[in-house]
C-alpha cells in the first residue's frame, strides 16, 4: 500500500515516514506542504494521504479540496493529522472530504492502527459501489 505523507514539520514527518515505512512496511512517500502534496500525489498515485493541516503555502484543507475536485485524485482518500481536536476543525476537515482526523500526538502503534483501520473501510466501501454498479 502507498501512502503520501503532508507534514511540514520534518521531525514529525520522518516519525510518522519511520513508522509506517520500517515498522508497518508500507510505500511511504514524503510531502513537505499542500502544493507538494498536489505535486507528488498525481505521479504517487497513493493508496492514502495523511496530511497535516497547518502546513505553508498551502493548508491541508485547500489541498484536500483541490484533491477532491480533480477527477484523477478525488477517490484517494485523506486523513488529516492536528494537534487541533475542536469539533469544529475536525467538522471542517471531514467537510472538505477526508476520511478521518488523527490527532497529534500519536502513539506509532495507535497511527498504524488507524492507518489499517481506515484502509480496511475504505476497501469494503469500494468493494460495496462496484457491487452496486
Do not use: W
Not at 493541516?53 to 491541508?60: A, L
Amino acid at each position: 500500500m502507498r501512502i503520501l505523507i503532508a507534514e511540514d514539520e520534518r521531525d514529525i514527518r520522518e516519525l510518522i515516514v519511520f513508522t509506517l515505512r520500517e515498522v508497518a512496511g508500507f510505500d511511504v512517500h514524503e510531502a513537505i506542504n499542500g502544493i507538494d502534496v498536489l505535486e507528488k500525489a498525481p505521479q504517487v498515485m497513493p493508496d492514502l494521504v495523511l496530511m497535516d493541516v497547518r502546513m505553508p503555502k498551502m493548508n491541508g484543507y485547500e489541498a484536500c479540496e483541490k484533491m477532491k475536485q480533480d477527477p484523477a485524485l478525488r477517490d484517494i482518500p485523506v486523513v488529516f493529522l492536528s494537534a487541533k481536536g475542536q469539533e469544529s476543525e475536525i467538522k471542517t476537515g471531514l467537510k472538505m472530504g477526508a476520511e478521518a482526523y488523527i490527532l497529534k500526538p500519536f502513539s506509532p502503534d495507535e497511527l498504524i492502527g488507524q492507518v489499517q483501520m481506515i484502509m480496511k473501510q475504505v476497501q469494503a466501501r469500494r468493494a460495496r459501489n462496484k457491487a452496486t454498479h
